[in-house]
């Protein structure tokens, strides 16, 4: 078995680093099975990162056009493996797990991780912020019904994280919010 599944450049190993630490200091043990699904959220972190840097630094439209449409896809995959390791690893507490910083994927920090028990309050980013730009950035502008239908977490939690975004400018708010022209959330 390698020492860092599908780890094939400096970017995914560094990922899946990160990724082990993170579990270390909610005290999971990253035994065989488990070093391949952080794998494949590495290797899925470091491919929508990529994309979206690719997207920033290009300059031409059709360009962007193309680079934002990959990086839908690599949403996908993206909270793909977030549920997989999510199984793997456990739920508990993960809406509430204060993440590091230093992970960044697609201009916002992702990175999910149960902790044991409740986690203390914090203004960091959390698993439910990472799945609501997620969400946003796979499926362009929704309401806040369809996040929340996409998105599982308790509704306070849901709430918060939302307001969250809005208050740090990741995520914008059209609308009016009445019948016809409902409020719908975008990634900035």
Same mark, same amino acid.
């Given at each position: 078995?390698? &020492?860092?599944?599908? !780890?094939? =450049? ?6 899946? &680093?990160?990724?082990? *630490? ?34 920033? +630094?290009? /300059?031409?439209?059709? =360009? +962007? ?17 977030? *549920? ?6 456990? %739920? ?9 910083? !230093? ?15 409740? !986690? ?7 698993? $439910? +912020?990472?799945?609501? $730009?997620?969400?946003?950035? /796979?499926?362009?502008?929704?309401? /806040? =019904?369809?996040?929340?239908?996409? $998105?599982?977490?308790?509704?306070? !939690? ?8 809005? %208050? *740090? ?9 009445? /019948? ?6 975008? $990634?900035?």
């Amino acid at each position: 078995m390698s &020492d860092r599944p599908f !780890a094939g =450049d400096r970017a995914t190993a560094a990922a899946f &680093d990160r990724w082990v *630490s993170v579990l270390a200091e909610q005290g999971i043990e990253v035994m065989a099975a488990l070093r391949y699904v952080v794998g494949a959220v590495a290797a899925a972190e470091t491919a929508l990162s990529e994309a979206h840097r690719a997207r920033v +630094r290009a /300059k031409d439209a059709g =360009d +962007r056009v193309r680079f934002a449409e990959a990086e839908r896809r690599l949403s996908a995959g993206f909270l793909a493996a977030l *549920s997989r390791l999510e199984d793997a690893a456990g %739920e508990a507490g993960a809406a509430e797990v204060e993440l590091p910083r !230093a992970v960044a994927v697609g201009g916002g920090n992702v990175i999910p991780m149960p902790g044991r028990g409740r !986690a203390p309050r914090h203004s960091g980013p959390s698993i $439910v +912020r990472s799945r609501i $730009v997620a969400y946003l950035r /796979k499926g362009g502008r929704m309401t /806040k =019904d369809e996040l929340r239908s996409r $998105v599982s977490a308790d509704d306070q !939690a849901f709430l918060r994280a939302l307001a969250g975004l809005r %208050e *740090s400018g990741e995520v914008r708010r059209t609308g009016r919010g009445v /019948k016809g022209n409902p409020h719908r959330y975008e $990634v900035v």
